[in-house]
């Protein structure tokens, strides 16, 4: 991937986000999101490393990971709004994107749930003879939930091909990682003979280069990495924080987290008539999306509970 | 013809899978050496990557399961203890029964769960007796409770053949029960389809899993006095009313015998049905464990609160005269 394609990805993503958040505050998505906004590095350099049939799990602040994996942004925003258009045809919104055709195994609003799901759709397709990598994204939270350092535990013990991609932005919701966390992040992948690095969550050339490293050895057949990409969330935990105003971070703090911002980052690598180039290509294909997922309808309330159940079933009462 | 037991009858219906269905794999504890003897003869007939034995991990590996299915394969899990369903209940109630609707139909997640040895296992008191099947019904995952061994082997075939997950409690009390199987006869019975398991003319007797062999005992003890039908609903969830329906217009009397806690249970769930669609000449009852309960180590206080044989004949004794029939 070409240094134009990673500036695009980020780029993109934060375009798409600070549009979420107008169209949250319009009201046109309920429910609010959680905003990627300063993360965009990550998806955008882990993604970069995949191929299209390479499977990933997301997480309830998610957006970035799907736009990285492919998705197209009018059926993402359609998504968001519960539109019929929608990657999920309204039944998941936000915290829930889903796109099977692009491996996308979907968002997870549980946190840490995904490593497993992840662990276990790689171990499936090598069964079948695939050569797919899966990726399970997640926060320093997560690091926390017993159910992630199980599957830490399988994916090591059976060496199936998965990476665990760590996002750890410093806070889970309101809680900083060094009230959390006892010992390392890295330390607890190492404890199960996982190979953990810690890296540069802001600059995506460096985390596509250590997940390119970390999906050719899981392609040879030597198990899973863990990733702790170390990045920092510029915006809002959830939307609602723009009104709740919780105080849990310093203008000091937010003002040095905020100086190592990925898009700039990126940015600074491309010619400025390169960037501006991207930048309009970027908001012409976003100005489309969002007009096309305004348009689009919104599902029949009647058919509130379709797609229940794979296999319909006789005899269920409504 | 050949007696088959009802374990043996779930072990041949998963090597039956396994042989016929190269996506289908077993996981879960201590199922190499087949501790329980559901999984017996598979791991040597089917191997590692078809027979794979757990750490003691329940929630990340029913979570792998689910990840595995999304990836096209049909897991089967087996659980030793019932009560390992309240651990993994995020697992299957959020995760496996949430990712259609959610994902808008995109994908299916063909998992199975089975619990060979729910309920009262007799002396392993409190947190190895539980009988869950009320609460996956609750949230809507496809829950089955087979009564016979050919049930046992026809449900478990459709339990992995659905594209949905799905709960199979194989009683404690129900595991030993052995009948005269042709085996060419073995077939798959779908999900949320009753039986008359013994007719009658005079109430209805709803029962599942074990239970069923206690309902067929009081009828035939009431012999003389009352025609009973016992009915068998074989899944809890989606459970056959039509069929209950069918029955109760009948017999015009309802009693249920459930081994849920009596709050909301599968009992209640019957109770409600017949209140709205069903025209009784007595008012229907339930024979449960009680409120609450928890299973007792003792003997005697773990049986105190099952509902057994002389509870339900007291039940249908009461519903007989009630109403003017006596």
């Not at chain 1, 810690?198 to 490293?213: C, M, N, R, Y």
């Not at chain 2, 339900?312 to 003017?324: F, Q, S």
């Amino acid at each position: 991937m070409s240094t134009v394609d990673l500036y695009r990805t980020v780029r993109l993503i934060r375009r798409f986000e600070e549009r979420a958040i107008e169209f949250v505050r319009s009201g046109e998505i309920v429910g609010g999101i959680h905003p990627y906004v300063g993360q965009e590095a990550v998806a955008a350099g882990v993604c970069a490393a995949l191929r299209p049939d390479d499977l990933i799990t997301s997480t309830h602040r998610g957006h970035g990971h799907v736009l990285a994996k492919g998705v197209n942004p009018a059926r993402m925003f359609a998504e968001l709004m519960g539109r019929e258009s929608g990657l999920n045809k309204g039944r998941g919104g936000s915290m829930h994107a889903a796109d099977l055709s692009l491996g996308i195994l979907g968002a997870n609003a549980i946190v840490g749930a995904a490593g497993a799901i992840a662990t276990g759709a790689a171990w499936a397709q090598r069964r079948r003879g695939r050569s797919t990598v899966a990726v399970s994204f997640f926060g320093d939270g997560a690091v926390n939930e017993g159910m992630l350092l199980e599957a830490f535990n399988l994916a090591s013990l059976w060496r199936v091909p998965v990476l665990f991609v760590c996002e750890n932005n410093g806070y889970a919701t309101t809680m900083p990682v060094h009230s959390a966390v006892a010992g390392s992040i890295t330390g607890r992948a190492k404890a199960f003979g996982i190979p953990a690095f810690s890296i540069d969550g802001q600059d995506p050339e460096k985390v596509l280069a250590a997940t390119t490293a970390a999906v050719d050895r899981a392609r040879a057949g030597k198990g899973p990495t863990f990733l702790e990409c170390r990045t920092y969330r510029f915006d809002a935990h959830h939307t609602f924080e723009h009104r709740a105003r919780l105080n849990y971070r310093s203008t000091e703090e937010l003002s040095t987290g905020r100086s190592r911002d990925p898009v700039e980052i990126q940015g600074a690598r491309l010619a400025a008539e390169d960037r501006t180039a991207v930048d309009a290509e970027v908001e012409a294909l976003l100005d489309a999306a969002a007009g096309i997922a305004l348009g689009s309808a919104h599902p029949d309330p009647a058919a509130a509970l379709e797609y229940l159940y794979a296999t319909p079933m006789p005899g269920l009462r409504r | 013809m050949p007696k088959l037991s009802y374990l043996k009858a779930l072990n041949r219906a998963l090597g039956d899978e396994l042989d016929r269905d190269p996506d289908v794999f077993l996981l879960g504890e201590d199922i190499r050496a087949a501790a329980s003897n559901l999984t017996a003869g598979l791991f040597t007939r089917f191997g590692p990557d078809r027979v794979l034995d757990t750490p003691l991990s329940e929630q990340a590996f029913t979570n792998f399961a689910t990840g595995a299915a999304l990836a096209g394969l049909r897991p089967v899990i087996e659980f030793q203890i019932p009560s390992l369903l309240f651990l993994v209940f995020e697992q299957i109630a959020n995760q496996a029964h949430k990712f259609s609707l959610m994902t808008g139909g995109q994908c299916k997640v063909p998992v199975t769960y089975v619990v060979p040895g729910s309920g009262s296992r007799t002396g392993w008191a409190g947190q190895h007796s539980d009988h869950p099947y009320s609460l996956f019904a609750h949230v809507g995952v496809k829950t089955v409770v087979p009564a016979t061994p050919a049930d046992a082997y026809g449900l478990l075939l459709s339990a992995i053949r659905d594209d949905d997950p799905v709960v199979v409690f194989a009683p404690s009390g129900a595991l030993g029960v052995r009948d005269d199987v042709d085996f060419a006869t073995l077939r798959p019975v779908p999900l949320g389809l009753g039986r008359i398991a013994r007719a009658g003319s005079d109430v209805t007797v709803v029962a599942l899993g074990h239970l069923v062999q206690d309902a067929l005992a009081v009828a035939d003890e009431l012999a003389g006095e009352a025609s009973v039908e016992v009915f068998d609903p074989r899944t809890v969830y989606p459970l056959d009313v039509d069929g209950l329906a069918a029955s109760v217009a009948r017999t015009r009397r309802l009693v249920v015998i459930d081994d849920s806690n009596r709050t909301s249970g599968f009992g209640a769930e019957v109770l409600a049905v017949a209140a709205e669609r069903f025209d009784l000449d007595a008012p229907p009852r339930r024979v449960t464990r009680p409120d609450g309960a928890v299973l007792p180590f003792a003997l005697a206080l773990d049986r105190a609160v099952q509902p057994g044989r002389d509870d339900l004949l007291e039940a249908i004794r009461g519903v007989l005269t009630e109403g003017g029939r006596q």
